[in-house]
Nanobody, 113 residues
Framework: QVHIVESGGGLVQPGGSLRLSCVAS????????MGWYRQAAGKQRELVAS???????NYADSVKGRFTISRDNAKNTVYLQMNSLKPEDTAVYYC???????WGQGTQVTVSS
C-alpha cells in the first residue's frame, strides 16, 4: 500500500505562484513515474505534469512554460512549481503514484483576485 500526502495549495491572486509538494511512501519511489493531476468543478480530472524516475518530464499544453515538476528521490517527494497562475488553474490538485490507482487526498488551488 502506498501512502500519499499533498500540501501547498491555497488562495493566490492571478499572476502569483504556489509550490505543491507530494510525499509518497515506498522503497521504490525513485523508480516510479509520478504525476500531478487536477480536477476543476464540473470537469474531468486531467494530467497536468509527470516525471519519470530518471527525471524526464511531460506537461499539458495549458501549463507549459508556467509550471515545473521536479522530484527529490532522497525525500520521496515530488513538487509542482506553479507560476503565472490564472483563474482557469483553479482546481483540486492530486498527486498520483505510478500513473495508476494510487492517489493523494488532493489540495485546493484557487486563483482569484
Amino acid at each position: 500500500q502506498v501512502h500519499i500526502v499533498e500540501s501547498g495549495g491555497g488562495l493566490v491572486q492571478p499572476g502569483g505562484s504556489l509550490r505543491l509538494s507530494c510525499v509518497a511512501s515506498g522503497s521504490i519511489f525513485r523508480l516510479v513515474t509520478m504525476g500531478w493531476y487536477r480536477q476543476a468543478a464540473g470537469k474531468q480530472r486531467e494530467l497536468v505534469a509527470s516525471i519519470t524516475g530518471s527525471g524526464s518530464t511531460n506537461y499539458a499544453d495549458s501549463v507549459k512554460g508556467r509550471f515545473t515538476i521536479s522530484r527529490d528521490n532522497a525525500k520521496n517527494t515530488v513538487y509542482l512549481q506553479m507560476n503565472s497562475l490564472k483563474p482557469e488553474d483553479t482546481a483540486v490538485y492530486y498527486c498520483n503514484y505510478g500513473l495508476g490507482n494510487y492517489w493523494g487526498q488532493g489540495t485546493q488551488v484557487t486563483v482569484s483576485s
